[in-house]
Each structure stands twice: as structure tokens, then as C-alpha cells.
């Protein structure tokens, strides 16, 4: 690793955990929407541009569907570097492509999915040539995966090691940072056990899940993969081997959930308090399968990994069926919850 020795941050991690009250079983919600930026990105991105700026470059650069936009953009406004967040046009949440905005990150659109801006970033960096001036933010960077491996440290502070850790899956490198986080722990002798990692993707945005479900052993990549997920709307994870290597070592297992479950686990969030974008409700969205199918018992101490913030995609939840009342004045306010006591 370069030497760093001026961080850039903005005081990213402690994110809270918090026991649900309106679900069965013994589940735990991660919620990384209060990072600075709203998602889990800000654990990796303090390293990746404290090491992007120590080592001269000019220029940051990334393909998203949103939260890495978001993340970069914030981090690289803090280190003063310049910005080019390349995204799928039409294919990324208000609220996210807002906060690039806002940092000042110089968006990039091109016709396609997410898959497309990668291979579009790869393309120009292997133009380019020289990695002082332009360096790279996806989790094809290890050091990104370094600083979310974290999260495992803060889950065990918090409650030990749990017995699983469902985490949402789209181009696959977090379940993995996890994942090395708690081996770390047990490399070290802080822990004698390690959880069972469970990836979940959307049913349209599945290439992981469904091989390993058939018995595969890659990825049945998808050229359009579509889900109301965004985030987690991935057809080709740069990162599939690392998930996988993480879900086979653990003895967990990558499930799928429809794009119906998904809105379902974000109202049973929001329920509790907790407002999350819909990828994050994946997570939920798989607990609830998996223990309805018997996978998951009851007694089973589970950690589900809350991505991102409920605003990152206020589109979405503005969908979602609520209730509104047109009122004149006070009484008839009055009259509304009097009729309901």
C-alpha cells in the first residue's frame, strides 16, 4: 500500500445496528445510510482517495449506478481532485446522481447499463495509460474493499459474531470485504467462530444467484438485467469470484428475491423506523425467504446489511401506496383522529 500520510475524510463508519421489533427471529439491521453519503461506498472511498491523492493523481474515475457516484464525488471534493463519474443514462436514482452533482463530479452518460460504463471506464484508463493522473474507484480496487471490511469489525463490537450476515448483492465486493473482516478477527485470535455470509439478488438481476442455485460454478451473466434495485441492477459483477469464494468458504448459500419482496421488506423497514433505497431492502427481503423456507431459524442470530439511505431514491418510495387527507382547517384534523380512536 502507498504510503498516506493526509487522510481524506469525513468521519465515515459507527454506523448503527439495530435489533427489528416487527419481524420474526432474532435479525439485526446494519444501517450504512448514515454514513456521510448516504451508503456503505464511504468506508472504501476514505482509502481509495487518501491513496488516489498521495500518489499525485489529478483525476478520479468511476462507472455507477449511483452510490459510488455519490461517494467519489463527496471524497474527491474533500482531497481536491477532479471527478468523472461515468453512469447508465436513465438508469440511475434522482437523489444519488443530485449528490455527484452537487460535489461538483463531472457526469458522464452513456446509453446501455452499468456493465457498459465499466467497460467504457476500463477502456479509457487503458487509453490513458498512467495511473497518476487518472486512478480508479470501482471495487475492482482492492483498497476500496479494505476500508468495508470494517463493517465486520463494528458488527462484532456491537454483538460478537453473529451466525449469518445477509448482505445485498450487485457487483459483489462487499459481501466479500465482510467477509475478510471477520477472518481477519479470527486470524488475529479476537474470534473463534466466523458467520455464514448470504448473498441476495434481485430475480432480474441474478447472474450469481441462479448458477449457484443450478450447481454452476460461474456466473450466469445477464446482457440486461433489470430489478427496481438499482444499486444491486448488475448483470456482469467484476467481483463475482470474491462473493462466491466468500458464500463457499462460509457455508452460506445466494439467494433471489422478486422485485415485489423487495418493496415489501422496505415498508417493513420503514416501519421500524429505518428508511432505506430498495437494494438495501434485498437484505430483508432474503432473511424473510429464507427463514419462511426453513433455511434461517428463529434462534439464528442474523445481521442484515442495510446498504444505502431511503432518500438515495425518493422516486421509489413515492410509489409506494400512502395515505393522504385534503383538509380545510384544525377541526377537521380533529375529526379524522377521533374517528379512528
Not at 148 to 162: M, N, R, S, Y
Amino acid at each position: 500500500m502507498p504510503k498516506v500520510t493526509d487522510i481524506v475524510t469525513l468521519r465515515e463508519g459507527n454506523t448503527p445496528l439495530l435489533r427489528l421489533n416487527r419481524v420474526d427471529g432474532r435479525a439485526y439491521v446494519k444501517f450504512e445510510g448514515a454514513n456521510p453519503t448516504g451508503s456503505f461506498k464511504d468506508r472504501g472511498m476514505t482509502i481509495g482517495v487518501s491513496i488516489a491523492r498521495s500518489i499525485g493523481s489529478r483525476y478520479v474515475i468511476v462507472a455507477s449506478t449511483g452510490n459510488t457516484a455519490a461517494s467519489v464525488a463527496a471524497y474527491a471534493a474533500r482531497g481536491g481532485l477532479t471527478c468523472l463519474v461515468v453512469i447508465p443514462r436513465g438508469g440511475i436514482a434522482r437523489g444519488k446522481l443530485a449528490q455527484a452533482i452537487l460535489h461538483g463530479a463531472m457526469v458522464v452518460e452513456v446509453e446501455g447499463n452499468f456493465d457498459k460504463a465499466l467497460s467504457l471506464v476500463l477502456d479509457t484508463l487503458n487509453r490513458i495509460g498512467q495511473r497518476n493522473i487518472m486512478y480508479p474507484l470501482n471495487s475492482i480496487n482492492v483498497w476500496r474493499l479494505e476500508g468495508q471490511k470494517t463493517t465486520a469489525f463494528e458488527i462484532f463490537l456491537d454483538i460478537g459474531v453473529p451466525d449469518y450476515v445477509i448482505v445485498p448483492v450487485g457487483n459483489a465486493g462487499n459481501i466479500y470485504a465482510i467477509w475478510k473482516g471477520f477472518k481477519e478477527l479470527r486470524e488475529l485470535g479476537i474470534i473463534d467462530k466466523l458467520p455464514r455470509m448470504i448473498g441476495v439478488q434481485a430475480e432480474g438481476a441474478s447472474p450469481i444467484a441462479r448458477a449457484w442455485r443450478l450447481g454452476l460454478d460461474k456466473p450466469l451473466f445477464m446482457d440486461s438485467p433489470s430489478t427496481v434495485a438499482s444499486a444491486i441492477r448488475i448483470g456482469r459483477p467484476v467481483n463475482w469470484f470474491r462473493a462466491w469464494r466468500a458464500v463457499k468458504e462460509s457455508g452460506g448459500t445466494f439467494v433471489t428475491v422478486s422485485d415485489d419482496e423487495i418493496l415489501h421488506a422496505q415498508r417493513m423497514l420503514g416501519r421500524e423506523g429505518i428508511g432505506v433505497e430498495p437494494a438495501s431492502a434485498a437484505s430483508l427481503a432474503g432473511y424473510v425467504k429464507l427463514l419462511d423456507e426453513g433455511y434461517l431459524r428463529r434462534d439464528d442470530t442474523c445481521v442484515l446489511i442495510a446498504t444505502g439511505h431511503g432518500l438515495k431514491d425518493p422516486d421509489t418510495i413515492l410509489k409506494l401506496s400512502y395515505e393522504s387527507v385534503l383538509v380545510k382547517d384544525a377541526m377537521e384534523i380533529v375529526n379524522l383522529v377521533l374517528s379512528r380512536s
